[in-house]
């Protein structure tokens, strides 16, 4: 197992509802909002199940509630719709995904984010209150909306118009050892943005075929995996030239890490265009290391954090190359990331699955001198 391997895995975050309930199934929602729809349809959110996401599965597989107890924690994650979620989460229960099971397969649903209620706060993870009420389900409009299968509430739902309905599921997640895996940093305001603003901005179309809009929140969640372009504009690259070196500054403007995921590597890609040649300089990496006893673990056995060369909330990055450059001379900056350390690929099993091993390029820019 290569070095790196075991620090790889998806970090297990944080929404766990407050008990098992019955949901509506997301293709119900399409007739009424079939752009939305479309947008969830490819979003994480819709596939975020070990039959559909296959780096997901491949940290599953090597779990130890897998190989030992039959039992998918994951669930409060991945599944948080299962009709056997309490299951997955109660010590000696028996709960495995399932592929034929539809409540499984609705993964994060759309009627499971709108019942969220209310969010209470715990040391470990947050727990997503959800609405007892099948049919009623939450937004941040004020107005109410006459549909043939159910109402938005008229009085604003402050977590949805703040961002926070986010949060029961992607605040912190504190393994075990108390070890914070993943935290967004959520107390730290980003010019009064937030979540929903950010990784939904506005897009053009009807958020309904019942009532039209010119826009609607982005259903396809901007994030890591799909979409990051729409989220460009909180990063800002820029170059400095001195006499005998150059400095390429990465402001990371959000109120969070560049990147959340410890099994995650960002590379920042500097090159050269001078008389026509490319000239490539040394790659800058931006990663977070966890482990145990001195050597990389995987998230659920990792006590303490070994690296962390990631990209903070609010800072500006500095990286420097001692390379002169010259009139005419174009540089070329290409900020992106692995959603698997290539190192790891091999251990996972994932060497040949494209959205392992695919660079996502994140944002471009070229610089002329």
Known sequence: MKKLSLFLALAFA???NDGVHEFAQSKECQACHPQIYSEYYGSMHANSTPDKDVIHKAVWDKHP???KLEQYSCGKCHSPAANDLDKMLTDGQKAMPDVKNQTHQEAVSCAYCHRIESIKEHKQSNTNIISKTKKEYYGSGRSSLDSPYHKIMTKENEHFANGNVCVGCHSHNVNQFDLNLCSTNVNNEMNKANCVSCHMPKVEGSFSSIIETKTHSFHGFAGAHNNSEMLGKYVDISILKNIDHFIVNVDNRSSHALLLHP???AVLKISV????????LEKEVFVRVIGKDGKPAMPWAADTTLKDTMIQANEKRAVKREFKLEKGDKVDIVLGWYLV??????SLGLQNEKAATEFRVFKKQSFSF
């Not at 265009?273 to 490319?278: A, F, H, L, N, Y």
């Not at 350390?341 to 091999?346: G, K, R, V």
């Open 14 to 16: 944080m929404f766990a």
């Open 65 to 67: 509630h897998n190989t």
């Open 263 to 265: 099994m995650r590597l």
């Open 273 to 280: 265009i001078r008389d026509k040649k490319t000239i490539e």
């Open 341 to 346: 350390n290539p190192q790891a690929l091999e």
